[in-house]
């Protein structure tokens, strides 16, 4: 049986055809090619990351150098630490109660200096003697702000003190 088609019938035979062909292309190709970028993005996001650790790696020895200093700027002086150990013992020998003490950060290039804010609780009396002994330290210190304050409900006072300790830190192969 032969069927003779009209110039309209073949053209739209030939579009069914070529439209079927653009379905089955999208359902397989088209999903590989997404695939295919997103695969090509995820690598491109692993190139900067490795780029960037590469960067890191690169400048290394620079951030060693670097944290050297920092830590050089630390105080090793072992006088700094005796401070603290002496004033929780005057605190204890003048009656106070020692509330808080805090370092604050190293400044000074080579004098150093270290801001150290110290919160003591107790009567009047006490704690002036207290910080009288603060100001009589043997070191090299400053009182750089004093702060009273009279608390009526627990009937003590509290005393904050900034004091800025200078001291020369000792230098690598030194004693």
């Given at each position: 049986?032969?069927?003779?088609?009209?110039?309209?019938?073949k053209?739209?035979?030939?579009?069914?055809?070529?439209?079927?062909?653009?379905?089955?292309?999208?359902?397989?190709?088209?999903?590989?090619?997404?695939?295919?970028?997103?695969?090509?993005?995820?690598?491109?996001?692993?190139?900067?990351?490795?780029?960037?650790?590469?960067?890191?790696?690169?400048?290394?020895?620079?951030?060693?150098?670097?944290?050297?200093?920092?830590?050089?700027?630390?105080?090793d002086?072992?006088?700094?630490?005796?401070?603290?150990?002496?004033?929780?013992?005057?605190?204890?020998?003048?009656?106070?109660?020692?509330?808080l003490?805090?370092?604050?950060?190293?400044?000074?290039?080579?004098?150093?200096?270290?801001?150290?804010?110290?919160?003591?609780?107790?009567?009047?009396?006490?704690?002036?003697?207290?910080?009288?002994?603060?100001?009589?330290?043997?070191?090299?210190?400053?009182?750089?702000?004093?702060?009273?304050?009279?608390?009526?409900?627990?009937?003590?006072?509290?005393?904050?003190?900034?004091?800025?300790?200078?001291?020369?830190?000792?230098?690598?192969?030194?004693?």
């Open positions: 049986m032969k069927i003779r088609l009209t110039k309209r019938e053209a739209l035979l030939l579009l069914f055809f070529v439209t079927v062909a653009l379905y089955l292309f999208y359902r397989t190709g088209y999903r590989q090619i997404e695939d295919h970028f997103k695969k090509k993005i995820e690598l491109e996001q692993k190139r900067l990351s490795l780029s960037l650790l590469q960067r890191i790696y690169d400048k290394k020895s620079g951030i060693e150098d670097a944290a050297k200093l920092e830590l050089k700027k630390l105080p002086d072992d006088k700094i630490a005796d401070y603290i150990i002496n004033i929780e013992g005057w605190a204890r020998a003048e009656g106070v109660r020692l509330v003490i805090k370092a604050g950060e190293v400044s000074g290039d080579e004098v150093k200096v270290l801001p150290v804010e110290i919160t003591v609780e107790g009567d009047k009396e006490s704690l002036l003697k207290f910080l009288k002994r603060i100001e009589n330290f043997e070191r090299l210190s400053k009182v750089e702000k004093i702060n009273l304050v009279y608390a009526e409900l627990s009937g003590f006072w509290t005393l904050t003190v900034t004091v800025d300790l200078y001291y020369f830190p000792m230098q690598e192969g030194t004693e």
